[in-house]
């Protein structure tokens, strides 16, 4: 079984520039959350995506954007880069079968410095 | 909306000691609770989660927490840690079985560090 993988691991980007960030969910899962994870803070969810829809959102701009695909696989886009966009993204898939909750499993995470 | 506070950003432990990390929420409806291992440069994994029913959680790595409402608290315990439980620890909260989005609000983390 293989788990949630991202891409790429580290990334730096300057001020003004777009990002997109890639996410492949634990297989059989159908839901996949993003997270960012400033230096020395907990995770704060930025959004998640079930079934290929938008399912919930955190306090982000809207230049933070997000597909999933068919495959579950995801995508976390960011515009007009900040330099405190500068975290570590996490993505999380699960499976969600009505309102069972279940394990959300993380990825490693892609360091993103923008500069 | 649901808040987390971890009372402890550091704690400092001899190798086979006891520990209590400690971990506090708010929220106006019910909520389930996890705790989250984060080792440096990897992801978090789940040591833990309170849906429902018995208010003592065990989880792996030899953890266990409890479930408080009255104190609203859901503190992280190990009675002997060992070199490797070294690593940065969160809790989180979720919104209960209300439906909707899964959304994870995490604590600020407190970073354990066991010396020999």
């Known amino acids: 079984e293989t788990g949630v993988t991202q891409s790429p691991t580290h990334l730096i980007k300057t001020r003004g520039q777009q990002v997109t960030l890639r996410c492949s969910s634990q297989?059989?899962?159908?839901?996949v959350s993003w997270y960012q994870q400033a230096l020395g803070q907990g995770p704060q969810f930025i959004f998640q995506?079930?079934?290929?829809?938008?399912?919930g959102r955190g306090n982000f701009p809207p230049r933070f954007s997000g597909l999933q695909f068919p495959n579950y696989s995801s995508e976390l886009n960011v515009n007009a880069l900040e330099l405190d966009d500068s975290a570590l993204y996490l993505c999380?898939?699960?499976?969600?079968?009505?309102?069972?909750?279940?394990?959300?499993?993380f990825g490693p995470g892609t360091r993103l410095t923008v500069l | 909306a649901q808040s987390v506070t971890q009372l402890d950003s550091q704690v400092p432990v001899f190798e086979e000691a006891p520990v209590e990390l400690r971990c506090n929420y708010s929220s106006s409806v019910s909520v389930y609770l996890f705790w989250y291992v984060q080792y440096p440069n990897q992801g978090l994994q789940l040591l833990l989660k309170y849906l429902s029913g018995s208010t003592l959680v065990k989880g792996i790595n030899g953890f266990e927490a409890e479930f408080n409402k009255s104190q609203t608290s859901f503190h992280l315990r190990k009675p002997s840690v060992h070199i490797s439980d070294t690593a940065e620890y969160f809790c989180?909260?979720?919104?209960?079985?209300?439906?909707?989005?899964?959304?994870?609000?995490f604590g600020k983390g407190t970073k354990l560090t066991v010396n020999p």
């Open positions: 995506y079930y079934r290929e829809e938008e399912n």
């Open positions: 297989s059989g899962h159908n839901t």
């Open positions: 999380a898939s699960s499976l969600v079968v009505g309102l069972a909750r279940n394990e959300q499993f």
């Open positions: 989180a909260v979720s919104p209960g079985a209300q439906g909707g989005s899964e959304k994870l609000v």
